[in-house]
């Protein structure tokens, strides 16, 4: 968790920076996150694959079978990057403008977006790299390295974001860099780990069509689910971008700050999940394995939960450290509060979608997601937003439906659902079972 801190810190620190030089800017990186999700969304869904696979061969001590797992999935990963790096290069502006945006919104986001594409590949590398190390139990070594890179990260984002010392003034193009070589520095030092005798996963030729076949099985549903969500975001910031600048910009802040204050926790939890569920199963205890699902999600209520009340009482100071503009001010308050009452729906459905993908289901998180985005967040935001006229208030609602609905999807998936067997038959055909 300490490395999802940072991480939400570095991102935080992207848009501090970026307030301060204009509300188009925020929007900017906004609209340019959206494209950047997509590598993302395919080193997640690689990534969870990944944790899956070696949480359980660590468990039923297949170690073989877990290093040839991490292997695939770092050298698929690798490659899918790259066809990111063209499209930053060639359709950066092109890509923000279609969105809606102003010119000078899709002038500095496509600036943005072209730097940070070029390490597409490195970025995949790095959250494949360090969900394998995790599944296997070792959080230590991609925590060492992520905090290292974070804080080289917002070093940099400072300094050449507003030029300070001897550093040049280099604004959205200084955040962009920064980034950039965070996911290098990243992709390289978990590399070099996996190399060496630091870490138990190691590299190996790979061989066995099964264990790819595996991977591509668990993680393609997880990685549909998150371009899915991407895709998704694209017509619902055009529906806040309807509503003006202002409003587009108040959403990347008020959900910015819910993720500084509870993203660390809810991702902590995500990956804890899949990491003990997926060992019990390796084991041969699905009761167990079920347990582990059950009290990780009540921990997480507990913990985010309370945070989310707090987010609601301080949601307006904490927005007014990203911005001063009153209009955007006080949007981005109304989010950040209906970001904290949907805190306990969407820790448990993260935590419990982690649970699920330790036990090799990733279907049941994207029909939870994809259903509950465009049915909720997109469908009804527009329906209630825009052609009835209730305007961004449509908007809060959607947002807080849309967690409401996928918990209540994970939580069936998790009870009734046969991923436990399916896990143990998995196990069985590609020999990590006992």
């Not at 877990?66 to 999935?73: I, K, P």
């Not at 006229?389 to 939580?411: D, E, Q």
Request: charged share 10%; proline share 4%; aromatic share 10%.
């Amino acid at each position: 968790m300490a490395e999802q801190v940072l991480r939400t810190l570095m991102r935080t620190t992207d848009i501090v920076v970026t307030g301060l030089f204009s509300p188009a800017a925020v929007a900017a990186i906004g609209l340019a996150d959206l494209y950047a999700r997509l590598p993302l969304r395919i080193g997640l869904g690689l990534g969870g694959g990944a944790i899956a696979l070696s949480s359980q061969d660590t468990g039923s001590g297949a170690t073989a079978n877990r290093d040839e797992a991490v292997t695939q999935a770092i050298l698929v990963g690798a490659l899918a990057g790259l066809p990111f790096v063209a499209f930053g290069l060639l359709a950066g502006e092109f890509a923000i403008s279609v969105l809606g945006a102003p010119d000078r919104v899709a002038a500095m986001g496509g600036t943005y977006l072209a730097i940070i594409f070029v390490t597409a590949p490195a970025r995949h590398v790095a959250l494949i790299g360090a969900r394998s190390l995790q599944g296997t139990g070792d959080t230590r070594t991609p925590m060492y390295v992520n905090v290292v890179s974070n804080l080289l990260n917002i070093g940099g984002t400072v300094a050449l974001g507003l030029g300070l010392g001897p550093f040049p003034e280099w604004r959205i193009v200084g955040v962009g860099t920064a980034t950039a070589v965070g996911n290098v520095f990243t992709a390289v030092a978990l590399l070099l780990a996996m190399r060496t005798s630091w870490t138990a996963a190691s590299f190996v030729r790979p061989r066995d069509w099964t264990i790819t076949r595996q991977l591509l099985t668990v993680s393609a549903p997880r990685i549909a689910e998150g371009l899915a969500a991407t895709v998704a975001e694209f017509p619902f910031n055009a529906i806040l971008l309807s509503f003006g600048t202002s409003v587009n910009a108040a959403y990347q802040i008020g959900r910015r700050v819910y993720q500084q204050v509870t993203g660390p926790l809810s991702r902590g939890y995500n990956v804890a999940a899949s990491v003990v569920v997926g060992q019990a199963l390796g084991d041969g205890d699905p009761d167990r394995a079920r347990f582990e699902g059950w009290a990780t999600t009540a921990l997480g209520l507990l913990t985010v939960g309370t945070i989310g009340v707090a987010l609601v009482v301080a949601a307006e100071p904490l927005v007014r450290l990203f911005t001063s503009d009153a209009t955007t001010v006080r949007y981005a308050a109304q989010f950040a509060r209906t970001y904290g009452v949907a805190a306990p729906f969407l820790v448990s459905y993260v935590v419990l979608a982690g649970s699920l993908q330790g036990g090799s289901d990733t279907k049941t998180p994207f029909l939870a997601r994809t259903t509950g985005m465009f049915g909720f967040m997109v469908g009804f935001s527009w329906l209630f937003g825009v052609y009835l006229g209730y305007r961004v208030v449509a908007v809060y609602a959607g947002i807080l439906l849309y967690y409401v609905w996928a918990t209540a999807v994970v939580c069936a998936g998790f009870y009734w659902g046969g991923w436990a067997p399916r896990a143990a038959k998995m196990m069985a055909e590609r020999g990590s079972a006992e």
